[in-house]
């Protein structure tokens, strides 16, 4: 069957660390992979997309890699901060018929 | 230029009601999505609209409906309410193209909070 996992519900990191998320999956074969940030209360905000033929994308302290072999995709936060306290959703495009999200990774970063 | 606009933000009706849920897309875009978000089942599919048509559509029953307008505005109707309907429904918009692609962002709006009695 199909499924999307991302590696924990909650995360827990020191400010100034990186934070590393990791969204698996299961049966798909998706061409575009793209990440997205949701705080409590409101709607997701996309932050990167990466295509199957690309290893990685970089935007600021955000770095994302994709591995189609291991069916793979981490989220790599550099330098954290308390504000990039958030959940945070893999999404992958089905066969590009539509989106389907992982669950989410609850991150809290600590002063 | 403004974002994607739902209305209403808060919604509370009682079991076998139905309801309607309003999306606003970003100015210029065609596509419109809708996704049901809850703690348990997290953010699922609904249905995809481009160009007032239903593109593609996820696993809900038929009591759960959308229309797309000539000015890309969206709505969803839900019949016949159970309390399983309880969630936070978001809509997205894309710019969209003729054949459906997963290489567009796509900009969520803030959701309508749907509560059954």
């Known amino acids: 069957s199909q499924k999307i996992e991302q590696n924990s519900e909650a995360l827990n990191i020191q400010e100034g660390k990186t934070a590393t998320l990791t969204c698996n999956y299961t049966?798909?074969?998706?061409?575009?992979l793209q990440w997205y940030r949701q705080d409590p209360g409101r709607g997701p905000v996309f932050l990167l997309l990466?295509?199957?033929?690309?290893k990685e994308k970089r935007k600021e302290r955000l770095k994302v890699t994709f591995d189609t072999t291991l069916k793979q995709s981490l989220f790599h936060i550099t330098a954290s901060q308390p504000a990039d306290s958030a959940t945070y959703l893999c999404?992958?495009?089905?066969?590009?018929?539509?989106?389907?999200f992982g669950p989410g990774t609850r991150l809290s970063v600590l002063p | 230029k403004a974002g994607v606009t739902q209305t209403p933000r808060y919604l509370i009706k009682t079991r076998g009601q139905q309801v309607t849920l309003s999306c606003s897309p970003i100015s210029g875009h065609r596509s419109v999505s809708w996704y049901q978000q809850t703690p348990g089942q997290g953010l699922q599919f609904l249905f995809e609209y481009f160009s007032e048509t239903q593109r593609n559509k996820g696993n809900f029953p038929g009591r759960f409906s959308g229309r797309q307008f000539s000015n890309s505005r969206s709505e969803m109707n839900v019949s016949t309410l159970e309390l399983g309907d309880s969630a936070l429904y978001l809509c997205?918009?894309?710019?969209?193209?003729?054949?459906?692609?997963?290489?567009?962002?796509?900009?969520f709006g803030d959701g309508t909070r749907l509560s059954i009695l």
């Open positions: 049966n798909y074969s998706p061409a575009y």
């Open positions: 999404a992958l495009d089905n066969y590009g018929q539509n989106f389907v």
């Open positions: 997205a918009s894309s710019l969209g193209t003729e054949s459906v692609s997963g290489n567009q962002p796509q900009h």
């Open positions: 990466i295509r199957e033929n690309e």
